[in-house]
């Protein structure tokens, strides 16, 4: 027992003990005592580091990448440089020089920039480095003999060694050549040997300056152990940090027309909410009710029941399909890293479904004509064919003004990025162009390599098919014997035209919203 009391005895000192050392400790809890001296020191050592110059970092052990690096400097240093392109050069030069040192500026430049393309035998094509970082450096406004600018390259790879081409039964088989997996390309495949490269590079280079120095390191990386050549063109304006779109007179009259349509629409919605005080058979209300944005999103919104209710149900999974269709086709086709990947699942059953767009456009064609030819065989006598068109017309045009209108004017400048100018500025060109033939409903007859919204190919499709199925049935309520003769040779040749355009052209028999 009284083992038991010593051991209870010691348990209570040691607490104490542990308590008394806490104590001491929380007294001392930040409190740095410093010595007179010691501090004097101390205001010496801060006072000569003020007026000490900054000096250079030290230079890093050299290494692999310095290595690297001397190479492509003295890659660079043995091609002959304009008058034009030293400024480039130097600036270059002392990148890769602040590089060796790890000197922040030449560091952060480097860094934003792909150094070598990855990922190429597995699709990803685009090669785009670090677009914001390039773009946004902190010291770009202060330090401006800093600035640097983004340029997008385009790289086609050929092998050098002129082997025949043969047959590749094996394409995965792992002792092959490497250039013979890139050169074979299976139908509905992204090809292996192009590439995009986005580049940071000092902004006094212009884009020739660029293409040499991205060869140099291509050269040096692990496409360039086989030799293959290199064709490099940068055809798109490089981007830089200052360079602000400024707003030309159509971008002003897309807000001026839009603003005045909007202020028009809230007015006529006011003056058709006080019904009592219009004229139900005047003009004037007439007008008024066509703008009232009340009325027109309750005629959207309703729901004709005329038998024909599952047609909405129909259009409502098609264009699901439709729009799950075309954002597989834009990711599939920009900056994804499994191109191979995405390229395997077309051929499976389900991803042929699915990319089988045209079917899902079909639809909406039969539906049109379904109904086209319902609301025309209510007329017991049939309106002017002319007039018929023209509605049909106006009710496609106007929509599709606007939206065209917006492409021109306001689209150009509603987002950034390393592609942005690619994308954008083609298809802005081409409606700027073109636009006119839109409005005609002409674009898919006429210079259709710049064809305004590609994906308004559908609507004088719409049209035309409207046209023609007015113009048989008026024949047909006419000559019925020879609206059904018409009737048949138009469907005839709708089955027969396609595989002969596709014959002379060489297409596919099959169209796939693919990378293609």
Known sequence: MKYIYLIFLGIIAINKIKCHVTDR?????????????????????????????????????????????????FALKNQNWTAEEEPCFNHI?????????????????????????QGLLFGNRYQLGNFDQCM???????????????????????????????????????????LDFIEHRPPHTRPLNELTWGACVPAACA??????????MLARS??????????????????SGDDEMEYDALFYAFFIVMGSITVTALICTYLNCQRKELDPNSRRTGFIQSFCIKENALDLLRMKKEGIEVFYGIRFFTICLIVLDHQIGI???????????????????????????DLFVDTFFLLSGFLTITNIAKFKRLPNPLFIILKRYVRLVVAFAVVIFYVC??????????LWHKAV??????????????????????????????????????????????????????????????????????????????????LSAVQLFTFE
């Not at 000569?48 to 000096?55: D, T």
């Not at 692990?222 to 981007?239: D, T, V, W, Y």
């Not at 900056?335 to 699915?354: A, F």
């Open 207 to 216: 884009p020739r300056t660029v293409e040499r120095l991205l060869a140099v």
């Open 93 to 117: 030069n002392r990148l890769l020089h602040g590089l060796q040192n790890f000197t922040l500026w030449a560091v952060w430049d480097w860094d934003s920039l792909a150094s070598e393309p």
């Open 222 to 239: 692990h496409l360039g152990a086989a030799g293959m050549r290199a064709n490099i063109s940068i055809s798109e304006p490089c981007q």
């Open 331 to 357: 990711s599939n086709s920009g900056p994804i890293s499994d191109g191979m990947t995405s390229d395997q699942e077309v051929q499976t059953p389900l991803g042929l479904l699915i990319l089988h767009d």
């Open 409 to 418: 004017a306001v689209y150009p400048y509603t987002g950034t990025g390393p």
């Open 425 to 506: 500025s083609h298809e802005t060109e081409q409606c700027r162009k073109n636009w006119w033939l839109n409005l005609l409903m002409l674009h898919n007859y006429i210079d259709t390599e710049n064809i305004c919204i590609v994906v308004s190919w559908y609507i004088p499709c719409d049209f035309h098919f409207f046209v023609v199925t007015v113009l048989i049935y008026c024949v047909y309520r006419s000559l019925p014997k020879l609206g059904l003769v018409l009737a048949a040779l138009v469907t005839t040749a709708a089955l027969v035209l396609p595989g002969i355009v596709n014959y002379i052209y060489d």
């Open 25 to 73: 400790s929380k007294q001392s809890d930040g409190v740095t005592t410093v010595l007179p001296e010691e501090n004097e020191t101390r205001n010496m050592m801060a006072k000569e580091l003020s007026e000490k110059k900054l000096e250079s970092p030290k230079k890093v052990q050299d290494g692999e990448t310095s290595v690297y690096l001397d190479d492509v400097l």
């Open 136 to 178: 946004n450096a902190p010291w770009s406004k202060t330090h401006p003999e800093l600035k640097t600018k983004y340029c997008l390259a385009e790289i086609v790879l050929e092998r050098t060694d002129k082997a025949v081409r043969r047959r590749v039964d094996k394409p995965y088989y792992p002792y092959q050549s490497a």
